[in-house]
């Protein structure tokens, strides 16, 4: 597991500790833990963490940002950290200043759009965007006739239809109708699939997260629950089991964290980062399903139930598959860029990361 | 939390592009002087002698090793680098692969000084072959069960019995073995193998061919019949080889080998597809992409821990676990993916004829140098449940 070295994770994993223990929080049917966690990851600066200071942020580096996600993960946190941060960042692309409050981004499809017309009005739908219902504003990616802008709009000028993700986590569609946003810029040289990266890169550190909680919880069971008179990790199967969910953990938080990696590091979204973000969502979401499928089977029946923990991380980490362009997407458009570099490019654009 | 899996994402370092460049330039020398083809894996004759020679000349064999044994002092890194070029292009590196990996950091560990002076700068220089003689016929995976026998004579042991699997044998000028000093206790079963350097090509050693589903020759049988090795070439402790075993597969389990054997599958299958590649072959091709630079990924992180003295017997484990098992099931998603190409695309005959070998490969990538249930076992011993 990744020890947190960074001040930015340890104040995190203390907050998640002590106000999103799984257990306690499974247990809380009335989700009154929510707001105390919220108010804690506030008052640290946290949702905030990759917004420059003089845009109201604590001006964290994209590396600890992403290590909180990654941490956020482990405790399969359902509060929108995550949004609120990617909100936050992608604001401060074209010098938005970030409110307070629960951010969303929109859109969190590639397959969706945000047009912006001549009037400086936003429409258009956009579908599956995480916690729509509980934020106070959107950050918004538009296109206009002059390229793409960036825009803060007040959540309460759109229409949300409200849904659920398999994660029972809000996944809502909003829709935008000429709403006139907070404030709206100009961003040259971004555009929507680098939202779309960092959104995958961010989902896939979540995931990368849950699955090394549920390896955590799965060995630990295992070492407790005695069947045929013995303890079931002792069963040659199920250690073969749990070493692959090993071997899924490790290469979703391999592939995850060499992204992150590549994305701080960056000067540019260039091949070499798009590969590395669409492998790391393509890999984690393999990972999610693979994986999440043996913490159940080692689990049995009590895996399966609404009471144990293990769904808040297996289901969370299913659904996070589908946010910024699932992993089939993301393999077409990878598959489409080796192809067009050519067979004898792949090695190489493999080779350079 | 139970496990305490790294893998922390390590670069390599900008001096390794540099070499890169120079192994890709050496590389297309020899295959523009006909040295090997890099299409043809199947080639019947793997052993290339005098290849061998011109990279000990490069200093790519040894690398990492001290100078006053021939080596170059440079990093694991950099050898990752040479190592995984070498594999991509489909390079000859039978004759010196094992030698450069494994043999020599054992000697360097465990052999007397003059052995060392004598051995070392000649695989440095690509001259010599080594084989790993661990399997017996009787003994594979339980690699404690072995009963080759080395009785105590004068100035050294006579040995008695036979190895199996024994790749590279018939070529082979040294081979690092174990054999059984003394009987297991029964506090302690791994106990009474010890570590020999062999050589090769005398009387008493008798290495017989073993056919395999592939058409290659690469394995044999080695048969012992009281011969005599001397004292100083003991590697290590007399009975204790078990002890001296374990850190060193870390080296042997998680280099870009382990999921690069059939790679030239996956090459062929996107020149077959061209740069306009229909919905289902794009996702086939970005996902097997997005698992190889996965593991690629993995593979340098290990790589990156033992360059800092760490032991990631475990890491290790993983990468060869999920390595061996994806190119094993490479060659038949790229066969599930060409299913549709067209009868007109230029390269069909290569591709077909490359996964007719590589379909015939699979099998063994799971077993050779540790099978997956060992590898699991491993891990599970690992994350604490053994």
Not at chain 2, 40 to 52: I, Q, V
Not at chain 2, 151 to 160: A, E, F, P, R, V
Not at chain 2, 265 to 291: F, H, K, M, W, Y
Request: hydrophobic share 40%; with cysteine.
């Amino acid at each position: 597991m990744a020890e947190s070295d960074n001040i930015v994770v340890e104040t995190a994993e203390k907050i998640f500790a002590d106000l999103a223990d799984p257990q306690t929080i499974n247990n809380d049917k009335k989700d009154s833990w929510q707001a105390p966690l919220w108010h804690a990851l506030s008052e640290a600066g946290l949702p905030l963490s990759w917004v420059p200071d003089d845009l109201g942020g604590s001006g964290a580096s994209l590396a600890d940002g992403f290590a909180l996600l990654n941490a956020a993960g482990r405790f399969a946190v359902a509060v929108p950290l995550a949004e609120t941060m990617l909100a936050g960042w992608l604001l401060a692309q074209a010098g938005i200043s970030s409110p307070e409050g629960e951010m969303t981004v929109l859109p969190a499809s590639p397959k969706d759009r945000i047009t912006l017309d001549a009037d400086g009005a936003l429409s258009g739908r956009a579908r599956g965007v995480p916690f729509a219902k509980a934020a106070k504003h959107f950050a918004v990616l538009a296109h206009g006739k002059d390229g793409v802008s960036i825009a803060l709009v007040d959540a309460s000028k759109g229409r949300i239809e409200s849904g659920l993700n398999v994660g029972y986590d809000h996944s809502d569609t909003v829709t935008l109708d000429k709403v006139q946003p907070v404030t709206v810029k100009p961003a040259k040289g971004f555009d929507q699939t680098t939202l779309m990266l960092m959104g995958g890169v961010a989902r896939s550190l979540q995931i990368a997260g849950a699955l090394e909680a549920m390896l955590d919880i799965s060995v630990r069971y295992s070492n407790e629950r005695v069947a045929f008179e013995k303890k079931i990790s002792k069963f040659q199967a199920v250690q073969h089991n749990l070493a692959r969910l090993a071997g899924e953990s490790a290469a979703a938080l391999a592939a995850a964290t060499s992204a992150a990696d590549a994305i701080a590091n960056a000067k540019s979204f260039d091949d070499e980062v798009y590969l590395e973000a669409a492998s790391a969502k393509i890999r984690c979401a393999e990972a999610a399903e693979k994986g999440g499928a043996i913490a159940h089977q080692v689990h049995g029946a009590i895996g399966f139930t609404s009471e144990h923990i293990l769904h808040r991380f297996s289901l969370r980490a299913l659904a996070w598959r589908d946010d910024f362009g699932s992993e089939s997407h993301w393999a077409v458009e990878l598959g489409k860029l080796v192809a067009n570099r050519g067979a004898d490019e792949l090695w190489p654009l493999v080779a350079s990361r | 939390m139970t496990a305490a899996l790294r893998f922390d994402p390590i670069r390599l370092p900008e001096k390794c592009e540099q070499l890169r460049k120079e192994v890709r330039a050496f590389l297309a020398e020899e295959i523009a002087a006909g040295t090997f083809d890099p299409h043809k894996p199947n080639r019947e004759d793997t052993d290339a002698p005098e290849f061998s020679r011109r990279v000990g000349a490069k200093g790519w064999l040894g690398m990492t090793w001290p100078k006053k044994y021939g080596g170059q002092e440079r990093s694991f890194l950099e050898r990752y680098v040479v190592t995984e070029e070498m594999r991509v292009a489909n390079a000859p590196t039978r004759r010196f692969f094992v030698a450069d990996r494994q043999s020599g950091p054992v000697l360097i560990k465990y052999a007397p000084e003059h052995i060392k002076m004598d051995i070392l700068p000649r695989i440095c220089r690509g001259e010599i072959c080594f084989a790993i003689g661990m399997s017996e016929p009787n003994s594979g995976s339980d690699l404690f069960a072995a009963k080759t026998r080395a009785t105590k004579t004068d100035g050294g042991y006579l040995i008695n019995g036979t190895k199996i699997w024994t790749s590279s044998a018939h070529i082979a000028d040294y081979m690092i073995a174990i054999f059984r000093t003394s009987q297991p206790t029964k506090e302690n079963r791994r106990h009474g193998l010890t570590q020999f350097l062999v050589k090769m090509k005398q009387p008493g050693i008798q290495v017989n061919p073993i056919g395999q589903i592939t058409g290659q020759y690469e394995f044999n049988e080695v048969v012992f019949t009281d011969f005599f090795v001397p004292d100083d070439h003991v590697l290590g402790e007399v009975d204790g080889a078990w002890k001296q075993a374990t850190s060193e597969l870390a080296y042997e389990r998680s280099g870009p080998e382990r999921f690069l054997e059939t790679y030239y599958v996956l090459t062929e299958l996107v020149r077959a597809v061209g740069p306009n590649p229909d919905t289902r072959s794009a996702e086939g091709i970005g996902r097997l992409v997005a698992q190889l630079h996965t593991m690629r990924r993995m593979s340098v992180s290990v790589a990156g821990m033992l360059q800092a003295g760490k032991e990631p017997v475990v890491e290790a484990s993983i990468v060869k676990d999920i390595g061996t098992v994806w190119e094993q099931q490479l060659p038949h998603r790229v066969r599930d993916l060409a299913a549709f190409v067209e009868e007109t695309a230029t390269n069909r005959e290569t591709l077909e004829r490359q996964l007719d070998f590589a379909i015939k490969t699979a099998p063994k990538l799971t077993i050779q140098g540790g099978t997956t249930e060992v590898l699991r076992g491993i891990i599970a011993r690992g994350l604490g449940l053994r």
